[in-house]
């Protein structure tokens, strides 16, 4: 499945190919799709829209950062993993 990130204005996240939310906080919130796993970082986040059936998750706040990276089961090359 594709996924789809749309920040507008700094103050809403829409993330469709949610397929789990990790943890969410004021401050920070991870969600994970089936290639990533994106780091939301900011001040005042909330959780606007909650629907895992269809794969959408919408934040809201002041969005200071988004980080993505690889699955935890994803493997990282043989480099990467020696100088962390």
Do not use: W, Y
Request: net charge positive.
């Amino acid at each position: 499945m594709n996924e789809t990130v749309l920040l507008e204005d700094t103050s809403n996240l829409a993330i469709k190919g949610a397929n789990k939310v990790v943890s969410s906080t004021q401050n920070q919130a991870v969600v994970e799709t089936a290639s990533h796993t994106i780091v939301i970082s900011g001040t005042d986040l909330e959780v606007k829209k909650l629907d895992l059936d269809n794969h959408e998750v919408c934040f809201s706040g002041k969005i200071t950062n988004i980080k993505f990276s690889a699955p935890n089961g994803a493997k990282q090359p043989f480099l990467k993993r020696i100088f962390k």
